[in-house]
């Protein structure tokens, strides 16, 4: 069982900057891909960003995000990070964590983190 913690959500001016956190409990993190999804009120959950397993792995991103959004994960620390630049208000939503075990294949989801951006 994995056990995910997201961080680093919070309100800020469109325009601004955020990076989220996901702590994941367990040995096996670096063997897992990761990624991010939002769900903004009254929309369905969608994909934001994902990052292959291992140390090099591949970085991947929705269209809405591409350019403003990077994701990066520190093994060391078993963590993976979301920086979001230049956000807009239709950035706002709650965002989640998922990391994808292949060996049994299994989603693990972090309970989120709210991001506002508004004026």
């Known amino acids: 069982q994995v056990q995910l913690v997201e961080s680093g959500g919070g309100l800020v001016q469109p325009g601004g900057s955020l990076r989220l956190s996901c702590a994941a409990s367990?040995?096996?993190?670096?063997?897992?891909?990761m990624g991010w999804y939002r769900q903004a009120l009254g929309k369905q959950r969608e994909w934001v960003a994902a990052?292959?397993?291992?140390?090099?792995?591949?970085?991947n991103y929705a269209d809405s995000v591409k350019g403003r959004f990077t994701i990066s994960r520190d093994n060391a620390k078993n963590t993976v990070y979301l920086q979001m630049n230049s956000l807009k208000p239709e950035d706002t939503a709650v965002y989640y964590c998922?990391?994808?075990?292949?060996?049994?294949?299994?989603?693990?989801w972090g309970q989120g983190t709210q991001v506002t951006v508004s004026s």
């Open positions: 367990g040995s096996s993190f670096s063997t897992y891909a």
């Open positions: 998922i990391a994808t075990a292949y060996t049994p294949f299994r989603n693990y």
């Open positions: 990052i292959g397993s291992g140390s090099t792995g591949s970085t």
